[in-house]
C-alpha cells in the first residue's frame, strides 16, 4: 500500500539552516554517463582513528590519500549506535525502526530487511547497473537459508558474505558463502579476501559496458580481531600487544582500501566513481583494555551511546569532477542520506510511495525535512541544527546539547532552556509515534531459533553460519 512522501515539519526558527556545498562541490556543466558507485563500510571503526581525522599515530596513508583526493565530512553520522540498522539505513534511506531493523540481528532471530523496502541495489540493477556485495552482511537472522531474504533477494548480482562477524576472527575466517554456497576456510585475512573478491570481479566478471554498484562492508576492525604480521610490524613502537593488533588492524583495512582503489585506477573508472567511505558506528570497547581500543576522537560516548561517539563517523567522499580534491564539509550528513544521493547521482528517480529519511548530500541548497534521529537499547537521541537531545525512551529527564559550542556534549544545558528542549521533546514524541506506526512489530512473540536450508537444485543455501558473538 503507497503513501504520500511524510514531511516533517519545523518551526521556521529552528530549520536547520540552508547551506551551500561551494567550497566542495563543483558544478555539472554537462549530461554525463551514470556513475558508478562504491560503498565502503567500516565496522566499528570509530572518529578518530584515522590520520586524516587527526591521529598523528595511525598508519592509514591510503583513506589519508583519499580523503586528500575528495572530501572529508566532519559531521558524519551513521543512523544507529549499533551495526544493522546502520547497514539497513544506507540501503533504504530510511529510519531503523521506520524500515524494521531496530537492532543488532543474532543468529536465527526473525528480524530481517523485508522484501518490501526498496533497495539500492534493486533499484540501481533495474536502472541497468551491475550489482556486488562483498563482507558482512548482517541484514537477517537465518542467513543463506530460504526462510529470509538473501542479499541476492535484494538486488545484488553477485555476493560474498558472513552473517555478522568474520569466525573465529580475521585470520582466514571460515563461514564466508558465495552466491548461496560455503566456501569454507578463507586463505586471507578477512579484509584483503573480501577485497580480493571484489577487485575479481570487477576486473575479471563485470561487464565494463554497463556501470556498477559495489558494496564492501569489512569485518575490521570488529572483534574477534587479528592481523597479519607485517601489519604488526608497523607497528611495533606499541607496547601494549592487544593494542598493536588493534592498530594494525586499521592498517590492515587502509590497506585493503587501498587495493581497491588501484583496481578502479586500473579499470580506468576512477573519474567516473563515486566512492563514499564511513563506518557503521562509533568504536567497540573501553578504549584502554580489552581487545576494543577504537578511538571516538574528542566525542563523549562509543558504540551503542546517543552521545556523539557512537554514531558520529569518519565520513569520506571522492568523486572526480564534482567533489573538489582537499575539500571539507560541515554539513550535517547520515547514513540514510547515502540513499538518496547515490540514486540522483545516478539518475535514478527517488520513491515517492513512503517516507525517505535522507536527503542528497550533493543538492547545493538544502534543509534537512526530517531531523537526525537515533534511537537503540532503550535510548534515543534528536537533532535539529546544532542542538541535541539525549535522554531514554520514557524522554521524563532529556539532555540538551549545543553541538556547535559542545561537541564534546560535556554541559547539559536542558535547565537554561526549558522552553528549547520542551519544544523539541515534544517534536521527538511525533516523530517517535509516527515511525513506530509504520515499522513492523515483529520482534514480540517470535521464535529466534534457525531453521535448517531446504534443498534447492543448484541454488541451494546451504550450512548454518557459525555462532556470532
Known amino acids: 500500500m503507497s503513501r504520500e512522501p511524510w514531511v516533517w515539519v ?10 551551500v ?3 566542495g562541490m ?13 560503498l565502503f563500510l567500516a565496522d566499528d571503526l570509530g572518529y578518530g582513528e584515522l590520520g586524516c581525522y587527526g591521529n598523528q599515530g595511525a598508519i592509514t596513508p591510503n583513506l589519508d590519500r583519499f580523503a586528500a583526493e575528495g572530501m572529508l565530512l566532519t559531521d558524519c553520522h551513521s543512523a544507529s549506535s549499533v551495526c544493522s540498522p546502520s547497514r539497513s539505513s544506507l540501503l533504504t534511506g530510511r529510519m531503523p525502526y521506520r524500515n524494521g531493523v531496530f537492532t543488532w540481528i543474532p543468529e536465527g532471530s526473525p528480524i530481517h530487511l523485508r522484501t518490501t523496502e526498496r533497495t539500492l541495489p534493486t533499484l540501481l540493477k533495474a536502472a541497468g547497473y551491475e550489482t556486488c556485495h562483498v563482507g558482512k552482511w548482517h541484514l537477517n537472522g537465518k542467513f543463506n537459508l530460504d526462510d529470509q531474504p538473501q542479499p541476492d533477494d535484494h538486488g545484488y548480482d553477485w555476493w560474498l ?6 569466525a573465529p576472527s580475521h585470520a582466514f575466517p571460515e563461514n564466508l558463502v558465495r552466491n548461496g554456497r560455503p566456501i569454507g576456510k578463507a586463505d586471507d585475512y578477512s579484509a584483503p579476501f573480501v577485497v ?7 576486473e575479471t566478471r563485470h561487464d565494463r559496458t554497463k556501470p556498477f554498484f559495489l558494496a564492501v562492508w569489512t569485518h575490521e576492525p570488529h572483534y574477534p580481531i587479528a592481523s597479519a604480521e607485517r601489519y604488526e610490524r608497523e607497528h611495533a613502537r606499541v607496547a601494549d600487544p592487544e593494542e598493536r593488533t588493534y592498530r594494525a588492524n586499521i592498517t590492515q ?11 578502479l585506477d586500473r579499470l580506468g573508472v576512477r573519474d567516473s566513481t563515486l566512492v563514499f567511505f564511513t563506518s557503521d558506528n562509533g568504536p567497540e570497547g573501553a578504549g584502554d583494555k580489552g581487545p576494543g581500543r577504537g578511538l571516538a576522537g574528542p566525542l563523549r560516548g562509543r558504540k551503542r551511546s546517543m552521545y556523539e561517539g557512537g554514531h558520529r563517523v569518519p565520513g569520506l567522499i571522492r568523486w572526480p569532477g564534482r567533489v573538489e580534491a582537499g575539500s571539507r564539509s560541515e554539513r ?15 539518475g535514478v528517480a527517488v520513491p515517492d510511495d513512503r517516507p525517505i529519511d535522507g536527503v542528497d548530500m550533493f543538492e547545493p541548497v538544502g534543509e534537512r525535512t526530517v531531523p537526525m534521529y537515533w534511537r537503540w537499547g532503550g535510548f534515543v537521541a534528536y537533532r535539529e541544527g546544532p542542538w541535541k537531545i539525549v535522554a531514554d525512551e520514557s524522554l521524563a529527564t532529556p539532555e540538551l546539547y549545543n553541538l556547535a559550542t559542545d561537541l564534546a556534549e560535556s554541559h547539559d544545558l536542558a535547565s537554561r532552556e526549558p522552553e528549547r528542549c520542551a519544544a523539541m521533546r515534544s517534536r521527538l514524541e511525533m516523530l517517535t509515534a509516527e515511525v513506530e506506526a509504520e515499522g513492523p512489530d515483529w520482534w514480540r512473540g517470535h521464535d ?5 536450508p531446504r534443498g534447492r537444485a543448484d541454488t541451494t543455501r546451504q550450512g548454518k553460519p557459525a555462532a556470532t558473538p
Not at 580480493?196 to 570487477?202: G, M, S
Request: hydrophobic share 50%; charged share 15%.
Open 253 to 263: 583495512l587502509d590497506d585493503a582500501f587501498g587495493s581497491l582503489m588501484q583496481s
Open 10 to 19: 519545523v518551526p521556521m526558527r529552528l530549520l536547520v539552516i540552508a547551506w
Open 161 to 166: 558474505a558472513t552473517q555478522n562477524n568474520a
Open 21 to 23: 556545498m561551494s567550497a
Open 26 to 38: 563543483m558544478p555539472s556543466t554537462q549530461a554525463a554517463p551514470p556513475p558508478n558507485i562504491v
Open 448 to 452: 529466534f531459533a534457525p531453521k535448517r
Open 332 to 346: 550535517p550528513v547520515i547514513g540514510s542520506d547515502f540513499f538518496p544521493t547515490a540514486l540522483r547521482a545516478a
Open 196 to 202: 580480493r573478491e571484489a577487485v575479481t570481479w570487477l
